[in-house]
């Protein structure tokens, strides 16, 4: 988990609606937040205000898509998100996040270790 969230955070993320709206379309294929407010029926900012709380707990990614016919680019988002297991044991809770692994780190170890 990123150090600044800790398991009420990631809760309290997962109990809001639209985040389970932008982890499950995310999940098919990565978004841009105009394209996220329409498929989950929210505002923009709303969208935009969700996706900061998700990338602060490293809950999803952000990257800059090019489009060379247009020459624009624009920012899509895709979940980082992988698994969340709550274990109850001997009177305590306990949350684990998994998360997906970065292509550029798995990159990265596989340069590192040859």
Do not use: W
Not at 9 to 19: F, K, P, R, S
Not at 30 to 42: Q, T, V
Not at 102 to 109: E, G, K, L, Q, Y
């Amino acid at each position: 988990m990123s150090e600044d969230c800790d398991v009420e955070d990631i809760a309290a993320l997962l109990e809001d609606e639209t985040v389970r709206d932008i982890l499950t379309a995310t999940s098919i294929e990565p978004m841009s937040a105009n394209a996220l407010s329409e498929r989950c029926g929210a505002s923009e900012p709303t969208i935009y205000r969700r996706l900061e709380d998700l990338r602060a707990c490293d809950l999803v990614e952000e990257r800059t898509k090019l489009d060379p016919t247009a020459g624009h680019h624009h920012k899509v988002y895709s979940p980082r998100l992988e698994r969340v297991t709550v274990e109850l044991n001997e009177g305590s809770l306990a949350l684990s996040v998994k998360r997906r692994e970065d292509v550029a780190d798995r990159f990265t170890d596989l340069v590192e270790g040859m």
